[in-house]
């Protein structure tokens, strides 16, 4: 028991600060600091921006007994929480370093974090449709929870007993395939290649029109899938994207008005080149007038021009 409690005290470390939460999913989910989340049934494991967990959810009477008996070479989940009332259950596999999906994050991580989630959901013969957003509380005393392995794994060690191809791992990810992570993976990197683009359309305008702008293109892409994550997911991705491109964008437009100038500049200097071209006799007969005894005065009324044009031809 103690063993189970320390091991569920680190899982649980890796929890976001206010994750969503609730006792009833019928009624619908509240955002909570995290210690009064862990009072709730069910709650949010990963955070929106990285994922420490892969979450299976098995619809099966006997989902716990299974893993014993039909599911020979299959990694060992590190916990499953198991409804005592229909024999249902999570499975929950905990990652040594986290899978990031932020704007800066490398796509091929993801790819392969997606292919490993993907190919567990098939040997686990996992329910398709779950999106992995809320998961049963380990700590609550509604669900019957049974630790098998303390320690998490690489996405390597999960790999090495799936059937993984180089392809699946490094291909992109669609809409129609994107399940789990990689449904983030590819709302995140589809949108962000949009807005950047696109943002320039709302120079001049607020950031909630941009904001919505950037949750519309999201709401669209995430319709795409056959398992669409939830509003509040897609709002998450969303709000990551339109926040980036929006401080960003400012520089690249200081960026767009520095290159306009020194455009701008460069053709004044064309231009001056030519107008000096132009006023050439003139300055040499400025010279012949001074040299006659002229004043620069005298000179600008006698070729009609600005007696500072004159100064500046005889410096």
């Known amino acids: 028991m103690q063993q189970l409690e320390i091991a569920l005290e680190q899982l649980t470390d890796k929890f976001p600060s206010k994750p969503y ?33 892969l979450i299976f959810d098995l619809d099966s009477p006997t989902a716990y007994i299974d893993f014993f008996y039909d599911m020979v070479g299959v990694p060992t989940p590190n916990l499953i929480v198991e409804n005592p009332e229909n024999g249902h259950a999570h499975y929950v596999y905990q990652l040594a370093t986290p899978i990031y999906n932020t704007d800066c994050s490398r796509p091929k991580p993801i790819q392969y974090g997606n292919a490993v989630y993907t190919a567990l959901r098939e040997v686990l013969k996992a329910d398709n449709g779950y999106t992995g957003l809320i998961t049963k509380n380990a700590l609550h005393e509604h669900w019957r929870t049974h630790l098998l392995r303390a320690e998490p794994y690489t996405l390597k060690q999960l790999s090495e007993r799936l059937d993984l191809t180089q392809h699946k791992i490094t291909k992109p990810i669609s809409p129609h395939e994107a399940v789990g992570l990689g449904r983030n993976c590819c709302v995140f990197h589809t949108v962000r290649k949009w807005a950047y683009v696109e943002i320039r359309k709302y120079r001049g305008k607020t950031y909630n029109q941009w904001l919505q702008g950037v949750i519309d293109r999201c709401t669209a892409l995430n319709s795409e899938f056959t398992a669409p994550m939830s509003y509040n997911e897609v709002k998450g991705i969303a709000k990551s994207i339109a926040k980036w491109t929006w401080k960003r964008d400012s520089y690249c437009y200081q960026e767009f008005i520095d290159r306009q100038t ?5 053709g004044s200097s064309k231009g001056g080149t030519a107008r000096s071209i132009q006023y050439h006799d003139k300055r040499q007969q400025a010279q012949q007038l001074k040299a006659n005894g002229m004043n620069n005065t005298q000179i600008a009324k006698q070729l009609g021009v600005h007696r500072n044009s004159v100064n500046t031809w005889l410096k």
């Open 21 to 53: 939460c609730s006792d009833d999913l019928s009624y619908g989910l509240q955002v909570r600091p995290k210690a009064i989340a862990l009072l709730k049934r069910y709650i949010q494991a990963n955070h929106p921006y990285y994922t420490n967990f």
């Open 262 to 266: 020194r455009k701008s500049k460069l």
